[in-house]
């Protein structure tokens, strides 16, 4: 399943970058500073998924009891079994509050966090970005890497969720939001833009993924995915847009100025 999934976004995840690298009008990118950016949302996504998986265990313990934990551990047979376990559990025993709060910490912050981090260490010192259209194509290509790493290790979730979050490039979407307003940041001086540039990642993120975990118990919860599906595939569409129309714009003022 991992194979498969990581088969179908790579592609998607190529034509990105190639995109990416594109828009970069002056002083353009080089393989090296691609490879880097790309590094660094790998990188983050590990780090992102070691938090997660840590405060996933910490839940497990909580919800599911360590001495049951360890008694399934040490069965080899129904080692495969612990996180549907704890799935049904979490869908009979908490409440979509919970879920989303559990999601915003072990989830939005933990992984959001990490790829700001890494999008800071990427771009450190670096003559290839300099303003906030450098660093919001730096954050696409960040969260490009991260979905690279993402869906080569993602199984939570049944096939058709599985599948279709292989297929859309939400990662690319949130590091790209994230890098437009460190951009922002970093070329007003105004460290007001932070605040924004991992909030609204960390938000989307958050409500996205929680919807998704809510799924199977009611209906209304099907209804509140579709609505996170639509609004995420409008955010996409919208930071693919401006991206294009910024870089169109940047290329024009350069040659005007020529």
């Given at each position: 399943?991992?194979?498969i ?20 009008k002056?002083n353009p ?6 490879r ?7 990188l ?5 998924s070691?938090?997660t ?21 040490q ?7 612990i ?14 509050a ?19 981090f ?6 450190r010192?670096?003559a290839f970005?300099k303003t ?8 696409g290509?960040?969260g ?10 993602y ?8 599948i279709f979050?292989s ?11 994230m890098?437009?307003?460190?951009g ?10 932070y ?11 958050t ?5 998704l975990?809510?799924?199977?118990r ?7 995915a579709?609505v996170m ?15 294009n129309?910024w870089?169109?714009?940047?290329a024009?003022?350069i040659?005007?100025?020529e």
């Amino acid at each position: 399943m991992n194979i498969i999934c990581a088969l179908l976004s790579l592609p998607i995840s190529i034509v990105l970058i190639r995109w990416l690298m594109r828009c970069k009008k002056e002083n353009p990118f080089v393989r090296g500073n691609v490879r880097r950016l790309v590094i660094a949302g790998i990188l983050s996504g590990i780090v992102g998924s070691i938090v997660t998986g840590i405060f996933l265990a910490i839940n497990a313990v909580r919800l599911f009891g360590l001495d049951n934990l360890i008694a399934v551990i040490q069965n080899p047979e129904n080692t495969g079994k612990i996180m549907e376990i704890v799935n049904d559990v979490q869908k009979r025993e908490i409440s979509f509050a919970q879920t989303f709060v559990a999601q915003l910490i072990g989830v939005g912050f933990a992984e959001e966090l990490s790829r700001y981090f890494f999008l800071r260490m990427g771009t450190r010192k670096q003559a290839f970005a300099k303003t906030w259209l450098d660093y919001t194509i730096c954050g696409g290509i960040v969260g490009t890497g991260f979905t690279i790493i993402e869906d080569l290790f993602y199984s939570s979730g049944g096939f058709i969720t599985t599948i279709f979050r292989s297929l859309m490039p939400f990662h690319f979407t949130y590091g790209a939001i994230m890098g437009y307003f460190v951009g922002k940041a970093i070329e007003t001086g105004q460290k007001k833009y932070y605040v924004p540039g991992i909030m609204i990642p960390v938000l989307l993120h958050t409500l996205f993924d929680s919807s998704l975990h809510a799924l199977g118990r009611n209906d209304l919860y099907i209804i509140l995915a579709a609505v996170m599906f639509i609004v995420s595939i409008g955010v996409t569409a919208f930071m693919i847009v401006k991206i294009n129309r910024w870089s169109k714009a940047a290329a024009e003022k350069i040659a005007a100025e020529e």
